[in-house]
């Protein structure tokens, strides 16, 4: 048991050491960049059941993160409204640093203006960002399958609208 605790302890050790030298700190004067996933409307589309808006979505963070949207919304007179669930505007996954895809969602008009509400938490840096990867580690051996792990900074983000 012992000797089995050193093992771990060592290879943890190891671990934090790899995810230190990977993500090193820089010095002096930081780019400017964005911070957030930045979620942009492209254009309307025909697909197979109808009308469609299709957004662009981009990682603009130095990590991984995980989204969902939240809601499809569209403007009234009085406001903004979410628009009913659909398998399309329900988006749940993950995205990694710099990355991005198109995504197309069903819409009942394109005389209307069109945004989407997105929940994002991104991999957790430092030494919670250094635990999460040994968890991964640890449940990867255990069960063979890889997991990744998100709890770092939390935040929501609204796309920009259809209307240009």
Wanted: include cysteine.
């Amino acid at each position: 048991m012992k000797k089995l605790a050193i093992i771990g302890s060592v290879a943890l050790l190891l671990i934090m050491i790899v995810v230190a030298l990977r993500h090193p700190h820089s010095t002096g004067v930081a780019a400017v960049q964005a911070t957030n996933l930045v979620v942009t409307f492209v254009a309307f589309t025909n697909g197979a059941a109808g009308q469609q808006a299709l957004f662009y979505f981009t990682n603009a963070t130095p990590r991984s993160l995980h989204f969902q949207i939240v809601s499809l919304d569209y403007r009234t007179g009085s406001g903004w409204n979410s628009a009913p669930e659909t398998r399309g505007n329900r988006l749940v996954g993950s995205l990694g640093s710099g990355m991005g895809f198109r995504w197309p969602v069903d819409v009942d008009a394109t005389n209307t203006a069109w945004r989407l509400r997105i929940s994002c938490v991104e991999q957790a840096k430092g030494v919670p960002g250094v635990v999460d990867r040994g968890k991964e580690v640890v449940n990867k051996v255990k069960t063979g399958n890889p997991t990744h792990i998100f709890s770092g900074r939390r935040y929501e983000i609204v796309s920009s609208g259809t209307e240009r």
